[in-house]
């Protein structure tokens, strides 16, 4: 939702080439003048501002905020509330000890079924016409909806598309794919509600995801958890995007299953690591899985605006014979 002159990408890509400087008071004051354009952001915002009051040094201000996002029905799970590095310094500090207790109790109600979120495309998909499949995987806290709308485009393009999103709860609204046993059982679950209730071709499915949404993409391909013909990466990030050397196990067991990437790295994206990626890249291109890494300009940790004939050109390399 964008009510301001610019989208929250916009704003959001503004905010993270300030913090990618360290120019964290410029990251706060960007988004303190923003967030009333952004309701339907309001969860993710204050959290950012907390972060930002923390690094600053003023626990107070970010603990207020933490409380402020709690007054109005938001809630952080346990994993941001213990691991987001901007707030090691509230760690102890008794009040934000009670609002951590009283999020973990919101977590527990939250996580639920994993859901799927699917968009055909107008002409249907038949027996005798049965479509292309995109499954596409939200990043770490954002939800099936936001999937939906990034990969949108190719539904025009004829391709059926399901978004899914997690069934682990992160934080208001907000789901992620942490624990990948999880996350790789429910995308073998939602591979098999696809094959028996719609009308797929079973040659031409492709993996899709953004962020922490990549790199589980990526291990489901590699693994095999769903027949895919490749996969396609916008900015992948997680623990194990973090360490290249972690992948070649997965990679070499691939090998010989005709697989193929696709892989989309913002320029100015300071959220993951270029160099480890690039060696991902390498890696797969070297052990049979032929792999492309399209560097997109001007473009930090989101989807780009035109996407579309990028991910167009991404499909057509990974059906490629």
């Known amino acids: 939702?964008?009510?301001?002159?610019?989208?929250?990408?916009?704003?959001?890509?503004?905010?993270?080439?300030?913090?990618?400087?360290?120019?964290?008071?410029?990251?706060?004051?960007?988004?303190?003048?923003?967030?009333?354009?952004?309701?339907?952001?309001?969860?993710?915002?204050?959290?950012?501002?907390?972060?930002?009051?923390?690094?600053?040094?003023?626990?107070?201000?970010?603990?207020?905020?933490?409380?402020?996002?709690?007054?109005?029905?938001?809630?952080?799970?346990?994993?941001?509330?213990?691991?987001?590095?901007?707030?090691?310094?509230?760690?102890?500090?008794?009040?934000?000890?009670?609002?951590?207790?009283?999020?973990?109790?919101?977590?527990?109600?939250?996580?639920?079924s994993p859901m799927l979120f699917i968009s055909e495309p107008d002409a249907g998909c038949s027996p005798d016409k049965p479509c292309p499949v995109l499954l596409a995987l939200h990043g770490n806290g954002a939800n099936g909806k936001t999937a939906q709308l990034g990969w949108q485009s190719v539904v025009v393009q004829g391709w059926l598309l399901a978004a899914a999103q997690s069934s682990q709860a992160g934080m208001t609204d907000a789901y992620i794919w942490d624990n990948q046993e999880t996350a790789l059982r429910e995308i073998a679950a939602h591979y098999s509600t696809l094959r028996d209730g719609h009308n797929i071709d079973p040659g031409k499915v492709v993996i899709g995801g953004f962020s922490m949404g990549g790199e589980t993409a990526l291990r489901a391909a590699l693994l095999g958890t769903i027949p895919v013909r490749g996969f396609i990466l916008l900015g992948p990030g997680g623990p194990t995007i973090d360490a290249a050397k972690e992948w070649l196990p997965l990679i070499e067991s691939a090998n010989g299953r005709n697989l193929r990437g696709y892989v989309f790295l913002g320029e100015e994206d300071n959220t993951v690591p270029h160099e480890e990626i690039r060696t991902i890249v390498t890696s797969l291109n070297n052990h049979g899985i032929p792999c492309e890494l399209e560097m997109v300009p001007g473009i930090a940790h989101a989807y780009p605006e035109d996407f579309a004939p990028r991910l167009q050109r991404a499909l057509a390399f990974v059906l490629a014979e």
């Open 1 to 112: 939702m964008a009510t301001g002159t610019r989208t929250y990408e916009q704003v959001n890509n503004a905010a993270m080439e300030y913090y990618g400087k360290g120019e964290f008071a410029k990251v706060y004051d960007l988004l303190t003048a923003e967030e009333a354009h952004y309701p339907d952001q309001k969860a993710e915002i204050l959290y950012l501002r907390s972060c930002m009051a923390a690094r600053a040094g003023d626990n107070a201000l970010a603990i207020g905020l933490i409380r402020e996002a709690r007054d109005q029905g938001i809630w952080y799970g346990e994993t941001m509330m213990r691991e987001s590095p901007s707030w090691k310094p509230l760690q102890g500090i008794p009040e934000f000890e009670e609002l951590t207790e009283e999020f973990k109790a919101q977590q527990l109600a939250a996580n639920a």
